[in-house]
């Protein structure tokens, strides 16, 4: 399998990286088995965190450890924001994964502002990060981020993490337009380690493996990490992997325009609806509306299976306030439009703007909680 220099690491990646999050769907014994078939292939980067099924992915990937620790890198995360509470979750995770010391450990799902804040602060998580590598428990020193590309922009500069985590894909790139046009070049002029995740947006493109993998490695990244929970996943992931050929600028710009998980419901971006005579920022609202449900949530009736994907990924990122917050800033409001409709010929998309813009505001003004829609 191909390999990549982790940024300014040292570290030598193989190109797909083996997530630990679905390990917990398995039984111990399967679930070694596909760790071991992924290393047999050649990958060498392991990844888990101590959050995933309480500890139960790094006990399954210790037990690798024991016999195979030199075979491969190996990362681990954790959600602690003070210094005391990482100290611990540290010492928890290298117990469970019968090792001294990790390659890698993730300050994980770095999201909030405010979350920033508590890490920098005195007696904070990233004083207990240092304190681990000057003891050899940690060698390097990496960030997560779900959501929020401004948060992680900012991360970048509140400490020197020698490694950045971030979901890469065609379709949250229109809604998180950040991190591929602001966090990835940021990271490269600083040198820092790249690793893509969510490659299919959470399983959203699951009808689209394998452009959605080339388009993820068409970006440049050292190494996309990818989760598996049966053989025939993994084999394919790695097939994807190692048959790779990047996207020419040509077929980047057809996926970003026909990909059908886009449709003509998901902004593109391209500002051609523009000017509003009311002064509507009409890409402004949609690119909000991205940040609240990822624009999943467009009104069409679908078969039982495509509405509950949808329903269970649209809050998967938890940042409706952030969005709601920046809309109540927004002015003048989607609700101002007068329906004049000189806006929708221009979209090249056949995006029914005036249909969408009115959703978008009814999702940006709502009060009540996320998934109040369900039955309990």
Known sequence: MEKRNLGSTGLSVSLLGLGGFHLVELPEREALRIVNLYLDQGGNYLET???YGSGNSE????KVAKVRRNNFILATK???RSKEGITRALE???????TSEVDIFFVHGLNRFEELDEISSSQGALEGVEKAKKEGKIRFVAFSNHVTPDVALNALSLYPFDI???PLNYFDRFNFPGWEEEVLPRAREKRMGVLAMKALADGFLWESEREAVRYTLSLGVDSLVMGANTEEYLKRDIEAVENFVPFTPEEMKKVREEAPELGSYVCRQCDKCLPCPLGIDIPGVFLLEGQYDRQMQDGIIRDPAQYALRDRLRFWLGNQDYAQKAYQELNPKASVCNECGECEPRCPYKIPIIYKLNLAHEKLTDTRPPGYCRIS
Do not use: Y
């Open 92 to 98: 928890g995770s290298l117990r469970r994964l019968n």
């Open 78 to 80: 954790s959600t602690q």
């Open 164 to 166: 950045l985590m971030i």
């Open 49 to 51: 965190a101590e959050s």
């Open 59 to 62: 006990e399954k990937i210790g």
